[in-house]
């Protein structure tokens, strides 16, 4: 689904990311892991769009991707839930799930009855200000929203940050069951160790902004991985 080879980003004259490859497949889940400010959080918004690369190729699908914008990159089935939530506090869960709608030819403009089954929450909550809700509530509305969008690459940035245990659970189920839906790749960035090990299926730790570690879980020892990330 994604293949991205040499990519590197500069923020004004510093340069953040040196030449990265990453490759996501279907049904699987490809963990971006490393310590705070090593650039993973960069990689997410290269890959979105929210930042230009500055160099690198990057095919999605097997379409080789020029400077694309997060607009048009979210037209083509790339859906990136960022660190933080970013959800739309005065708007009703409701309206916030609707502004997934904005990369979406008309006729598919409607939340698939799926997102309920997946956060049965949110049907409860539709009229209820995103603001309102708990932290762990806004991390389901915020993927919920990224999903409306009926992504084929996921990208998800942290989501177990600030979140209670039993969502942090429920978020990791859900990952699981997209993954074995097969139907989308799905990158995670992520700091929670065990959580990232027990569901990752590929693994890539950066150090200063350049791959420092990549492997298969199962051949991947839990003890050097674990390592790799630690300071």
Same mark, same amino acid.
């Given at each position: 689904?994604?293949?991205?080879?040499?990519?590197?980003?500069?923020?004004?004259?510093?340069?953040?990311?040196?030449?990265?490859?990453?490759?996501?497949?279907?049904?699987?889940?490809?963990?971006?892991?490393?310590?705070?400010?090593?650039?993973?959080?960069?990689?997410?918004?290269?890959?979105?769009?929210?930042?230009?690369?500055?160099?690198?190729?990057?095919?999605?699908?097997?379409?080789?991707?020029?400077?694309?914008?997060?607009?048009?990159?979210?037209?083509?089935?790339?859906?990136?839930?960022?660190?933080?939530?970013?959800?739309?506090?005065?708007?009703? $869960?409701?309206?916030?799930?609707?502004?997934?709608?904005?990369?979406?030819?008309?006729?598919?403009?409607?939340?698939?009855?799926?997102?309920?089954?997946?956060?049965?929450?949110?049907?409860?909550?539709?009229?209820?200000?995103?603001?309102?809700?708990?932290?762990?509530?806004?991390?389901?509305?915020?993927?919920?929203?990224?999903?409306?969008?009926?992504?084929?690459?996921?990208?998800?940035?942290?989501?177990?940050?600030?979140?209670?245990?039993?969502?942090?659970?429920?978020?990791?189920?859900?990952?699981?069951?997209?993954?074995?839906?097969?139907?989308?790749?799905? $990158?995670?960035?992520?700091?929670?160790?065990?959580?990232?090990?027990?569901?990752?299926?590929?693994?890539? $730790?950066?150090?200063?902004?350049?791959?420092?570690?990549?492997?298969?879980?199962?051949?991947?020892?839990?003890?050097?991985?674990?390592?790799?990330?630690?300071?």
């Amino acid at each position: 689904m994604l293949k991205i080879e040499g990519l590197t980003l500069h923020y004004g004259g510093s340069q953040i990311l040196h030449g990265v490859d990453i490759t996501a497949a279907r049904g699987k889940v490809t963990c971006v892991m490393g310590t705070n400010g090593v650039g993973k959080t960069s990689l997410l918004k290269a890959i979105s769009g929210t930042h230009p690369r500055s160099g690198g190729t990057y095919r999605l699908d097997g379409e080789e991707i020029g400077r694309a914008s997060a607009f048009a990159l979210a037209r083509k089935g790339v859906a990136y839930v960022p660190q933080g939530r970013e959800i739309f506090p005065f708007m009703t $869960v409701q309206e916030n799930l609707e502004t997934g709608f904005a990369c979406l030819p008309r006729d598919r403009r409607r939340i698939p009855p799926e997102i309920f089954d997946l956060f049965p929450i949110l049907r409860d909550f539709l009229n209820r200000r995103g603001g309102d809700l708990s932290g762990g509530q806004q991390q389901q509305l915020a993927i919920a929203r990224a999903l409306v969008t009926r992504p084929k690459l996921l990208l998800l940035d942290e989501p177990t940050e600030g979140i209670q245990p039993n969502i942090i659970k429920q978020i990791g189920d859900v990952i699981r069951q997209l993954r074995d839906g097969g139907d989308m790749a799905i $990158v995670l960035v992520e700091q929670f160790f065990d959580f990232a090990f027990s569901i990752g299926d590929d693994f890539i $730790v950066l150090e200063r902004g350049a791959p420092k570690l990549k492997g298969r879980a199962g051949e991947l020892q839990r003890e050097t991985l674990l390592q790799a990330v630690s300071v």
